[in-house]
């Protein structure tokens, strides 16, 4: 209006507008203005469409649920690997910042904030989420054993609480897995929800790295496997539950004979099924580093008083009857 020199107040494109008073605008005159205020419709046209086009990609997009069992116990759940999500926020995080740059922003300019704000978010949140999972199905394992809980029964109580929040949380994204509701629109702030859970779980596993430190200290050799194994160890009653793991803490020891019902360990055996008992059986008594200490020592003691043997005996037979004859006395 103000281009064609027209009183504004004689028109009104909402209600009375006519062809006639459309000529009398001689908008011929001004063909420059007019594609430059179409050109600028258009684009604001296809930016509401991109915009539109979210909503509507983030109103559909759900996470993947999934039962975590420990064999046929069903443990909670989890989400599966939101790697289309992460997929869809890239393409929607680059869309954005191409409207943003746009100069025909105009209407659709805080939608565009708020959903740059909104995709960063979620960003946060999964990222934030996914190690929160890998942290607590870590420690959900361990702290399920009877063993642990009673060897650290304090940070045991701590993990539980935790727990509670952690599944409390997994129990609402069953209810609605839209990833905008969990991740924004849900009133308890996902974010720092997410957050307090994995600071308790981090201060849970550094208790934990310090019992498993303690344990290493105590018998050395532990040091020579993972603590996944450690934990193994430590979380099973049953003393054969070292076996598996003998190769890495010992030089070429395969297997321990275990006897009266595991209670005792009268010798070993190599991995070239070369055997020898020990002089004095060791008991499989209190702590498992504490026993395995005795075992350590008595795999020495005795090697050594067969050693001595040998170098009395050689002098006294002949060489092959002495090798030949070793191994029975």
Request: net charge negative; proline share 2%.
């Amino acid at each position: 209006m103000e281009e064609t020199g027209k009183d504004p107040t004689e028109l009104n494109f909402k209600t009375n507008i006519t062809l006639a008073k459309v000529f009398d605008l001689e908008l011929q005159y001004h063909s420059d203005k007019v594609n430059e205020i179409c050109n600028e419709a258009r684009e604001e046209e296809k930016n509401e469409q991109s915009i539109q086009k979210i909503d509507l990609a983030w109103k559909q997009q759900q996470f993947q649920i999934s039962d975590y069992k420990k064999g046929n116990v069903l443990k909670g759940h989890v989400i599966k690997s939101p790697d289309d999500i992460k997929a869809l926020l890239e393409e929607n995080i680059l869309l954005l910042t191409s409207l943003g740059a746009s100069k025909f922003l105009g209407a659709v300019k805080a939608r565009v904030k708020q959903w740059e704000h909104d995709l960063n978010t979620i960003n946060d949140v999964i990222e934030q989420w996914l190690l929160v999972q890998r942290k607590w199905m870590y420690l959900e394992l361990i702290f399920a054993s009877d063993d642990i809980k009673s060897q650290l029964p304090e940070e045991a109580k701590k993990f539980a609480k935790t727990d509670v929040n952690y599944k409390k949380i997994m129990e609402q994204v069953t209810k609605n897995p839209n990833v905008l509701y969990c991740c924004v629109k849900s009133e308890a702030g996902r974010l720092n929800e997410l957050k307090n859970i994995f600071a308790e779980l981090e201060k849970c596993q550094k208790s934990l790295t310090s019992y498993l430190e303690s344990k290493k200290m105590s018998f050395p050799r532990f040091y020579f496997i993972s603590d996944e194994d450690l934990l193994q160890i430590l979380g099973s009653s049953d003393p054969r539950s070292i076996s598996p793991h003998l190769m890495k803490l010992f030089d070429n020891c395969k297997e321990l004979a275990f006897t009266k019902n595991d209670k005792i360990i009268a010798g070993m055996s190599s991995d070239e099924s070369e055997s020898y008992e020990f002089d004095a059986p060791t008991k499989t008594e209190g702590a498992v580093e504490e026993w395995m200490t005795r075992v350590d020592v008595e795999m020495k003691k005795t090697l050594h008083i067969i050693a001595k043997k040998a170098v009395f005996y050689y002098a006294k037979e002949d060489r092959i009857e002495w090798i030949k004859g070793e191994k029975e006395k």
